[in-house]
């Protein structure tokens, strides 16, 4: 929570102000009392009307006094929680524009919201109590007690005893019941969690007809949930009747003692009115002091997960600005171990533009490696397919390229150079890429295609829709590329949305062109047409084409097989039907004629 | 006249909501008892209070005897009141979440024989948002009531009578005033609402954009959008912070200014008192009395506008949750309701009329007659409407009009628990419960021994794994199935089948989650499976496809073509085409 508050900096007069105009409408609320000892002990004692009306008028200014400072506090406790939350909102949300994607794996997207969300809106009221409150409610407490001192000595100690009881007992019921009141969360969280549970898995719990063990199990954590909730109810119920108690004894005890100062002709009679007024003042600070300890707590647990999020840095360094030069130039030279392969490829002598040199990657708190010593080279105009069974780590390895992830151990080269010697954004810039969620944004279809390119003409745009084979969805719609997409594509079928994502990476005319998986929605013949017309495309780029099924990638230039992480196999179709037997047996789970094919190609 | 019906709309629900109370009537009436014990003797406090200052007059004149007397009383009524405070406040805590127990208990209840009609249509997140969190701010709302409403108006209403016995005059002082607070209250909050609503909506605005581009953050970082979202981003955020600081500014001006009023009350009791008091009307204690009331009597008022609003708003969170609990539920089975039993997996759907709304047409004239052991395979593109059909055959729906029957038995007339119980379901989406594997695979057959359910693992391949895991059958799935990957799932999907094995299937050929090689291992068990069972494919894969005995050609929920691979191929229609575009290579 500390470190938040460097986005107080710029209102820093304001979280100045505002206690301080609190502090000083509390003590002109500290001095009524005695105006009000006065007018019993001069007024009416003295049968002085003047005097009476002349102190309600100055209790009048009083208040008006107070009102102007309590506004103006307000003003500024507003103007600086509100202006620290803008401030703090923007941070986090820029903050995670650049974290890498292996942070937002470990933070979540749904906790990123929360945090955005109704954390910072937490944090916000906190800082405007705390300056609103956290100075005046002590200031009255302390307040009153000095106040009583300047009254009669030997009365103030009875306050000098009072507040410290009352203070524990308060804070001492709070400290109980905070951990408890956690502990109905978790209770609840229960219950939510059953309820949660028995709408997704409705299909699935009705036909095995679970209908009254399911209602048994809710009503077992509902009945905890309310057990609990009781429990902490008894206790937080202690503390009103406990500094009743306390208080009125204390009264009880100010007015004898105050009785016997009286018959002494120590005190006044208005005087022994005015220390009973400051004892009542303490109480009902004291129990907005404890409100307000409950919010700030709840608001620092907030500001410490927003915390969280800052500390988590993108873990992706850029190598030395050298270090890249040294790899740009190097990059066609020295290439030990490849020099023999070279010759087998078509294109052996030009820079590969993508090169994959005995890479592995792990992910941060993974047991086993994600791949595995990947070592393959891309040349311009080549399409590299991709296969392997789920979890093979085929996604994985193509978001190495846009520097998704950073290999952990081995290199990724961009025409000879690092991936991580170049900036993020240049690198990206290069790449085209499908995932395999099909995500569209809320705007209209010409605003998600200039996600590629801001400035793409139309004709660029239409020359994308056309290859990603997604002119019909287009010109199927009222509008065609004005239509309004809403939030998350929802008004777009799947293929639709397959096609319309893959037209938005083509609109920026990539060299590096991904397909992950992204074809799936369509059929076999849209998968065909689009794989023909991304195979014509005037740029040549590299293709990278992930897929489980083989006819996506039988005509690759190369197929990389991958198996747990591990490349095994790496040719073309026929290569690989001929010698890769986990390549066999994904062409035999999918077709029956591998043989035939083999004889025919022969 | 929408007021009239939000107000009639009002009434019902706390009509139900004090049903909910009738069960916790003893408490009810002890807590209203203990309310008024509270309140009296809270306000009788001031009044000795200010008798033992009439006793402390000057030097010399102090009767201890009498002080004595009082503070003794004093001392009573302090105990008397705290006791009360306290059985009060567990009454209240008794009532109000026995009554949100209550609630929730109906609420569940309720969600597990709606009609998935109702489920699949409404946000699961909104339905689970009215059993926890409505119901919560309902208990909130009403708790607050009960210990602020009530007492404040009896506060009030002491307040008036122990002011009224000592004195009229300075009575009307303090009733006469006490409005202003009201008044100036209502009035910021008039002008606030208006910042609250533009608050309220940048806040939307910008929760939907977070939403969405967080939600999404690898895409906008894919294509370096990234500058130009947090552009968008500080335009929404700037205006939030606009309204925000005015909402937030005009609202906090009420507090300090009812304060403010308060304060005028306060002054005019003491002016009023003290003139009064020099002409002896009464006493500096009864004077210091009135003070105290003074503070008292202005307190409930400004908190009674708050609890109305909280009650409001419980109010109408309660009406959310009853609306949830009276939704209609699934027809009741009849009474005379048979169980199922001696299937040998005869179907028939005979003239079935379905759709989900009355104006878009799906289902029609639908008749299809399935011999034990037969195999119908279901094809079509994505979105056909295949869980359409699952949805008639569990009944999870029923028919507009025809039947469907099991063993000549219209599946209506039979109990869904008996119906459901012999088809073995394995869906695309593959739902685990929030519990151990052994939980999750016994759930069709609690009683099944371990051998048999490692047997039905193995089979489904999924003993190796589950063997690997931390704690094998023991380790606890997270929610939804989160430690396992969605092949894995699905394994346990179908050794949740596979043990107990029922005469009908019904069985999603799930591609998207295993990859084509590992399906290929589970075919064979599958195929096993099938073997003497009637079952329904969703198919993706020729070979089963070939193989079935009825294929169903579906496309936008229709059954377009029905018939054998040959006869279908014959026909040369959409199954042809679908064949020809896939397979022929």
Same mark, same amino acid.
């Given at each position: 929570?500390?470190?938040?508050?460097?986005?107080?900096?710029?209102?820093?007069?304001?979280?100045?102000?505002?206690?301080?105009?609190?502090?000083?409408?509390?003590?002109?609320?500290?001095?009524?009392?005695?105006?009000?000892?006065?007018?019993?002990?001069?007024?009416?004692?003295? %049968? *002085?009307?003047?005097?009476?009306?002349?102190?309600?008028?100055?209790?009048?200014?009083?208040?008006?006094?107070?009102?102007?400072?309590?506004?103006?506090? %307000?003003?500024?406790?507003?103007?600086?929680?509100?202006?620290?939350?803008?401030?703090?909102?923007?941070?986090?949300?820029?903050?995670?524009?650049?974290?890498?994607?292996?942070?937002?794996?470990?933070?979540?997207?749904?906790?990123?919201?929360?945090?955005?969300?109704?954390?910072?809106?937490?944090?916000?009221?906190?800082?405007?109590?705390?300056?609103?409150?956290?100075?005046?409610?002590?200031?009255?407490?302390?307040?009153?007690?000095?106040?009583?001192?300047?009254?009669?000595?030997?009365?103030?100690?009875?306050?000098?005893?009072?507040?410290?009881?009352?203070?524990?007992?308060?804070?001492?019921?709070?400290?109980?019941?905070?951990?408890?009141?956690?502990?109905?969360?978790?209770?609840?969280?229960?219950?939510?969690?059953?309820?949660?549970?028995?709408?997704?898995?409705?299909?699935?719990?009705?036909?095995?007809?679970?209908?009254?063990?399911?209602?048994?199990?809710?009503?077992?954590?509902?009945?905890?949930?309310?057990?609990?909730?009781?429990?902490?109810?008894?206790?937080?119920?202690?503390? =009103?009747?406990?500094?009743?108690?306390?208080? =009125?004894?204390?009264?009880?005890?100010?007015?004898?003692?105050?009785?016997?100062?009286?018959?002494?002709?120590?005190?006044?009679?208005?005087?022994?009115?005015?220390? #009973?007024?400051?004892?009542?003042?303490?109480?009902?600070?004291?129990?907005?002091?404890?409100?307000?300890?409950?919010?700030?707590?709840?608001?620092?647990?907030?500001?410490?997960?927003?915390?969280?999020?800052?500390?988590?840095?993108?873990? %992706?360094? %850029?190598?030395?600005? =050298?270090?890249?030069?040294?790899?740009?130039?190097?990059?066609?030279?020295?290439?030990?171990?490849?020099?023999?392969?070279?010759?087998?490829?078509?294109?052996?002598?030009?820079?590969?533009?993508?090169?994959?040199?005995?890479?592995?990657?792990?992910?941060?708190?993974?047991?086993?490696?994600?791949?595995?010593?990947?070592?393959?080279?891309?040349?311009?105009?080549?399409?590299?397919?991709?296969?392997?069974?789920?979890?093979?780590?085929?996604?994985?390895? #193509?978001?190495?390229?846009?520097?998704?992830?950073?290999?952990?151990?081995?290199?990724?080269?961009?025409?000879?150079?690092?991936?991580?010697?170049?900036?993020?954004?240049?690198?990206?810039?290069?790449?085209?890429? #499908?995932?395999?969620?099909?995500?569209?944004?809320?705007?209209?279809?010409?605003?998600?295609?200039?996600?590629?390119?801001? *400035?793409?003409?139309?004709?660029?745009?239409?020359?994308?829709?056309?290859?990603?084979?997604?002119?019909?969805?287009?010109?199927?719609?009222?509008?065609?590329?004005?239509?309004?997409?809403?939030?998350?594509?929802? =008004?777009?079928?799947?293929?639709?949305?397959?096609?319309?994502?893959?037209?938005?990476?083509?609109?920026?005319?990539?060299?590096?062109?991904?397909?992950?998986?992204?074809?799936?929605?369509?059929?076999?013949?849209?998968?065909?047409?689009?794989?023909?017309?991304?195979?014509?495309?005037?740029?040549?780029?590299?293709?990278?084409?992930?897929?489980?099924?083989?006819?996506?990638?039988?005509?690759?230039?190369?197929?990389?097989?991958?198996?747990?992480?591990?490349?095994?196999?790496?040719?073309?179709?026929?290569?690989?039907?001929?010698?890769?037997?986990?390549?066999?047996?994904?062409? *035999?789970?999918?077709?029956?004629?591998?043989?035939?094919?083999?004889?025919?190609?022969? | $006249? !929408?007021?009239?019906?939000?107000?009639?709309?009002?009434?019902?629900?706390?009509?139900?909501?004090?049903?909910?109370?009738?069960?916790?009537?003893?408490?009810?009436?002890?807590?209203?008892?203990?309310?008024?014990?509270?309140?009296?003797?809270?306000?009788?406090?001031?009044?000795?209070?200010?008798?033992?200052?009439?006793?402390?007059?000057?030097?010399?004149?102090?009767?201890?005897?009498?002080?004595?007397?009082?503070?003794?009383?004093?001392?009573?009524?302090?105990?008397?009141?705290?006791?009360?405070?306290?059985?009060?406040?567990?009454?209240?805590?008794?009532?109000?979440?026995?009554?949100?127990?209550?609630?929730?208990?109906?609420?569940?209840?309720?969600?597990?024989?709606?009609?998935?009609?109702?489920?699949?249509?409404?946000?699961?997140?909104?339905?689970?948002?009215?059993?926890?969190?409505?119901?919560?701010?309902?208990?909130?709302?009403?708790?607050?009531?009960?210990?602020?409403?009530? @007492?404040?108006?009896?506060?009030?209403?002491?307040?008036?009578?122990?002011?009224?016995?000592?004195?009229?005059?300075?009575?009307?002082?303090?009733?006469?005033?006490?409005?202003?607070?009201?008044?100036?209250?209502?009035?910021? +909050?008039?002008?606030?609402?208006?910042?609250?609503?533009?608050?309220?909506?940048?806040?939307?605005?910008?929760?939907?954009?977070?939403?969405?581009?967080?939600?999404?953050?690898?895409?906008? !970082?894919?294509?370096?959008?990234?500058?130009?979202?947090?552009?968008?981003?500080?335009?929404?955020?700037?205006?939030?912070?606009?309204?925000?600081?005015?909402?937030?500014?005009?609202?906090?001006?009420?507090?300090?200014?009812?304060?403010?009023?308060?304060?005028?009350?306060?002054?005019?009791?003491?002016?009023?008192?003290?003139?009064?008091?020099?002409?002896?009307?009464?006493?500096?204690?009864?004077?210091?009395?009135?003070?105290?009331?003074?503070?008292?009597?202005?307190?409930?008022?400004?908190?009674?506008?708050?609890?109305?609003?909280?009650?409001?708003?419980?109010?109408?969170? +309660?009406?959310?949750?009853?609306? /949830?609990?009276?939704?209609?539920?699934?027809?009741?089975?009849?009474?005379?309701?048979?169980?199922?039993?001696?299937?040998?997996?005869?179907?028939?759907?005979?003239?079935?009329?379905?759709?989900?709304? +009355?104006?878009?047409?799906?289902?029609?004239?639908?008749?299809?007659?399935?011999?034990?052991?037969?195999?119908?395979?279901?094809?079509?593109?994505?979105?056909?409407?295949?869980?359409?059909?699952?949805?008639?055959?569990?009944?999870?729906?029923?028919?507009?009009?025809?039947?469907?029957?099991?063993?000549?038995?219209?599946?209506?007339?039979?109990?869904?628990?008996?119906?459901?119980?012999?088809?073995?379901?394995?869906?695309?989406?593959?739902?685990?419960?929030?519990?151990?594997?052994?939980?999750?695979?016994?759930?069709?057959?609690?009683?099944? @021994?371990?051998?048999? $359910?490692?047997?039905?693992?193995?089979? +489904?391949?999924?003993?190796?794994?589950?063997?690997?895991?931390?704690?094998?059958?023991?380790?606890?799935?997270?929610?939804?199935?989160?430690?396992?990957?969605?092949?894995?799932?699905? /394994? /346990?999907?179908?050794?949740?089948?596979?043990?107990?094995?029922?005469?009908?299937?019904?069985?999603?050929?799930?591609?998207?989650?295993?990859?084509?090689?590992?399906? $290929?291992?589970?075919?064979?068990?599958?195929?096993?499976?099938?073997?003497?069972?009637?079952?329904?494919?969703?198919?993706?894969?020729?070979?089963?496809?070939?193989?079935?005995?009825?294929?169903?050609?579906? !496309?936008?929920?229709?059954?377009?073509? !029905?018939?054998?691979?040959?006869?279908? /191929?014959?026909?040369?229609?959409?199954?042809?085409?679908?064949?020809?575009?896939?397979?022929?290579?």
């Amino acid at each position: 929570m500390r470190k938040l508050l460097v986005y107080m900096k710029d209102y820093r007069k304001e979280s100045v102000l505002a206690p301080l105009f609190k502090m000083l409408e509390a003590a002109f609320e500290l001095l009524v009392p005695l105006v009000v000892a006065a007018m019993i002990d001069v007024g009416i004692a003295g %049968q *002085d009307k003047p005097y009476i009306l002349k102190m309600s008028l100055l209790m009048v200014a009083l208040g008006v006094i107070g009102l102007v400072c309590s506004i103006t506090a %307000q003003y500024f406790s507003a103007k600086a929680a509100v202006g620290f939350a803008g401030k703090l909102r923007h941070s986090l949300f820029a903050h995670v524009q650049g974290l890498s994607f292996g942070e937002l794996d470990t933070l979540g997207a749904s906790t990123l919201i929360t945090r955005m969300t109704s954390d910072i809106n937490q944090v916000q009221s906190g800082v405007n109590l705390v300056l609103r409150l956290f100075l005046r409610s002590p200031f009255i407490v302390f307040g009153a007690m000095v106040m009583a001192f300047t009254i009669d000595f030997k009365a103030a100690l009875i306050f000098v005893v009072t507040i410290p009881l009352l203070s524990v007992v308060v804070f001492g019921i709070m400290l109980i019941s905070i951990p408890l009141y956690k502990k109905v969360q978790g209770r609840l969280d229960k219950v939510l969690g059953i309820t949660r549970e028995n709408l997704a898995g409705v299909r699935v719990l009705r036909a095995f007809h679970r209908e009254k063990q399911e209602e048994e199990s809710f009503e077992a954590a509902n009945y905890d949930l309310t057990h609990m909730q009781n429990f902490v109810g008894r206790i937080t119920a202690v503390m =009103n009747p406990v500094t009743y108690v306390i208080i =009125n004894s204390a009264l009880m005890a100010l007015l004898y003692t105050g009785a016997v100062r009286v018959d002494a002709g120590i005190l006044t009679q208005g005087q022994v009115v005015a220390l #009973v007024n400051y004892m009542s003042q303490i109480l009902v600070e004291l129990v907005k002091l404890a409100n307000l300890i409950i919010t700030v707590t709840k608001a620092v647990a907030c500001g410490n997960r927003i915390q969280s999020v800052f500390e988590v840095e993108n873990s %992706q360094e %850029q190598l030395a600005a =050298n270090a890249s030069q040294d790899t740009a130039f190097s990059g066609n030279v020295d290439r030990p171990g490849h020099a023999g392969r070279g010759q087998e490829l078509p294109l052996a002598g030009q820079i590969p533009v993508v090169e994959f040199r005995h890479v592995s990657l792990t992910y941060p708190g993974a047991g086993a490696a994600t791949l595995e010593d990947v070592d393959f080279a891309a040349y311009p105009g080549e399409t590299i397919g991709i296969i392997g069974g789920t979890g093979s780590g085929k996604s994985s390895l #193509v978001h190495l390229i846009p520097r998704f992830y950073d290999a952990t151990d081995g290199q990724v080269l961009y025409r000879g150079r690092d991936v991580r010697s170049l900036p993020v954004k240049e690198l990206r810039s290069k790449v085209g890429i #499908v995932l395999q969620k099909a995500v569209l944004f809320e705007g209209t279809i010409e605003e998600n295609l200039r996600w590629g390119k801001e *400035d793409a003409t139309k004709e660029e745009l239409q020359a994308a829709l056309n290859t990603a084979q997604a002119a019909e969805v287009v010109a199927g719609k009222e509008d065609g590329l004005s239509e309004q997409v809403s939030q998350g594509g929802r =008004n777009f079928s799947g293929g639709q949305r397959q096609r319309l994502t893959i037209a938005r990476a083509l609109v920026r005319k990539p060299e590096i062109l991904i397909l992950d998986d992204s074809a799936s929605a369509l059929d076999y013949a849209t998968d065909a047409r689009l794989r023909k017309a991304i195979g014509e495309l005037p740029d040549q780029p590299v293709v990278f084409v992930v897929s489980q099924r083989t006819s996506s990638i039988r005509q690759a230039d190369k197929i990389l097989v991958l198996e747990d992480g591990a490349v095994v196999g790496m040719g073309t179709h026929l290569e690989l039907l001929k010698n890769c037997q986990v390549y066999q047996e994904i062409y *035999d789970s999918q077709y029956q004629d591998r043989m035939e094919v083999l004889r025919n190609a022969e | $006249m !929408q007021n009239k019906d939000r107000r009639q709309r009002q009434r019902t629900t706390i009509r139900k909501v004090l049903l909910y109370i009738r069960n916790y009537w003893i408490f009810l009436i002890l807590s209203l008892l203990l309310a008024v014990v509270t309140v009296v003797s809270t306000l009788y406090l001031p009044i000795l209070t200010g008798q033992v200052i009439d006793q402390i007059l000057g030097p010399g004149q102090v009767d201890f005897a009498r002080i004595g007397g009082i503070l003794l009383v004093m001392g009573i009524v302090i105990a008397v009141t705290a006791l009360a405070q306290w059985l009060m406040n567990v009454c209240n805590n008794k009532i109000t979440y026995g009554v949100v127990r209550d609630i929730r208990r109906d609420a569940f209840a309720k969600i597990e024989i709606l009609p998935l009609k109702y489920i699949d249509g409404h946000s699961h997140g909104e339905l689970v948002s009215r059993v926890v969190a409505d119901v919560d701010q309902f208990a909130d709302g009403l708790l607050m009531g009960f210990t602020q409403l009530f @007492t404040g108006v009896l506060t009030i209403v002491g307040t008036l009578g122990f002011m009224l016995s000592v004195h009229v005059g300075i009575t009307l002082v303090v009733v006469l005033i006490t409005p202003v607070s009201l008044f100036v209250a209502s009035f910021i +909050a008039k002008r606030t609402y208006t910042m609250f609503r533009k608050q309220s909506e940048a806040r939307g605005e910008q929760t939907a954009l977070i939403d969405e581009m967080i939600g999404n953050q690898k895409v906008v !970082q894919a294509f370096g959008q990234e500058e130009k979202v947090l552009r968008q981003f500080d335009e929404i955020n700037e205006r939030l912070t606009h309204f925000s600081l005015r909402a937030t500014f005009f609202s906090s001006i009420t507090n300090p200014s009812t304060r403010f009023v308060n304060g005028l009350v306060y002054t005019g009791v003491g002016v009023v008192g003290s003139l009064v008091a020099i002409g002896g009307g009464i006493t500096v204690g009864q004077l210091s009395c009135f003070l105290s009331y003074a503070n008292q009597y202005t307190k409930p008022f400004n908190e009674i506008s708050g609890v109305v609003t909280e009650l409001q708003n419980a109010l109408a969170c +309660a009406a959310r949750v009853l609306e /949830l609990i009276e939704e209609e539920p699934q027809t009741p089975e009849p009474a005379d309701a048979a169980v199922l039993t001696g299937v040998s997996g005869n179907v028939t759907l005979d003239q079935v009329y379905f759709s989900y709304t +009355a104006d878009q047409k799906l289902i029609e004239d639908f008749n299809l007659k399935v011999e034990p052991g037969q195999r119908v395979a279901i094809v079509g593109p994505t979105g056909c409407g295949k869980t359409t059909l699952i949805n008639l055959l569990m009944r999870f729906y029923d028919v507009n009009s025809g039947r469907i029957a099991v063993e000549g038995k219209d599946i209506r007339k039979v109990t869904r628990g008996s119906l459901r119980e012999n088809y073995g379901m394995v869906l695309q989406e593959t739902w685990l419960k929030n519990a151990t594997i052994r939980e999750n695979l016994l759930m069709g057959k609690p009683e099944a @021994t371990e051998e048999e $359910m490692v047997a039905a693992a193995r089979a +489904a391949h999924a003993h190796s794994f589950i063997r690997r895991l931390p704690k094998g059958y023991d380790t606890v799935i997270g929610e939804e199935g989160g430690s396992l990957s969605a092949g894995q799932r699905q /394994l /346990l999907c179908i050794a949740r089948v596979m043990l107990c094995l029922p005469p009908m299937l019904i069985l999603d050929e799930a591609t998207s989650s295993i990859d084509t090689r590992t399906e $290929m291992k589970i075919q064979n068990a599958f195929a096993a499976m099938m073997q003497g069972r009637t079952s329904f494919i969703v198919a993706h894969r020729l070979s089963t496809i070939q193989s079935a005995d009825v294929i169903l050609y579906m !496309q936008g929920g229709r059954v377009l073509e !029905q018939g054998s691979h040959q006869q279908l /191929l014959e026909k040369d229609g959409y199954y042809a085409k679908l064949y020809r575009s896939q397979f022929a290579v």
